[in-house]
């Protein structure tokens, strides 16, 4: 079995639109998990109105995580589980913060094993990130209101 083959590898994969402090909690908590995390950022294929191209959050996400090398980031293309495959992943990462976001990312879950076999790590929410959320960051930028407590600080 090549080393590849043999590590434990985890996608933690969205939009990322952008990168809070919570996707930043979830990372740090994954990563004791795993012997590489590779963190997807969904392609330009998807697009919501004013969306950074990939290669701008990709950029901003690596910058955060250029001291940790066991973790990559990368763009992804189609679904969550074709890319888990083809980084020899057998675990996506998910986060959630609400009985919502548990009952989606749980459907998402039973789909993509029913498909693959790969298994979703649900990591739940720190409290004091429960109520950020990317859509939030976005809102308060567009009114001028300083996001600075929710986004990561760079390690």
Request: aromatic fraction near 10%.
């Given at each position: 079995m090549s080393k590849e083959n043999s590590m434990r590898t985890g996608v933690f994969v969205g939009s990322f639109n952008p990168f809070t402090a919570g996707h930043?909690?979830?990372?740090?908590?994954?990563?004791?998990?795993?012997?590489?995390?590779?963190?997807?950022?969904?392609?330009?294929?998807?697009?919501?109105?004013?969306?950074p191209s990939a290669e701008e959050r990709i950029k901003a996400i690596a910058d955060?995580?250029?001291?940790?090398p066991?973790?990559?980031?990368?763009?992804?293309?189609?679904?969550?589980?074709?890319?888990?495959?083809?980084?020899n992943a057998h675990?996506?990462?998910?986060?959630?913060?609400?009985?919502?976001?548990f009952e989606y990312e749980r459907e998402q879950a039973d789909i993509n094993?029913?498909?693959?076999?790969?298994e979703t790590i649900l990591?739940?929410?720190?409290?004091q990130y429960s109520s950020i959320?990317?859509?939030?960051?976005?809102?308060?930028?567009h009114f001028g209101v300083d996001v600075s407590?929710?986004?990561?600080?760079k390690k």
């Open positions: 930043d909690s979830i990372v740090s908590r994954a990563l004791p998990l795993f012997d590489r995390l590779v963190i997807g950022v969904v392609g330009d294929q998807v697009h919501k109105p004013d969306m955060l995580y250029c001291n940790e066991r973790i990559e980031v990368k763009p992804y293309y189609g679904l969550a589980v074709d890319f888990a495959r083809a980084e675990f996506i990462v998910k986060g959630v913060r609400s009985v919502k976001d094993r029913q498909l693959s076999g790969i990591l739940y929410s720190e409290p959320s990317s859509t939030m960051v976005r809102e308060l930028q407590a929710y986004l990561p600080k």
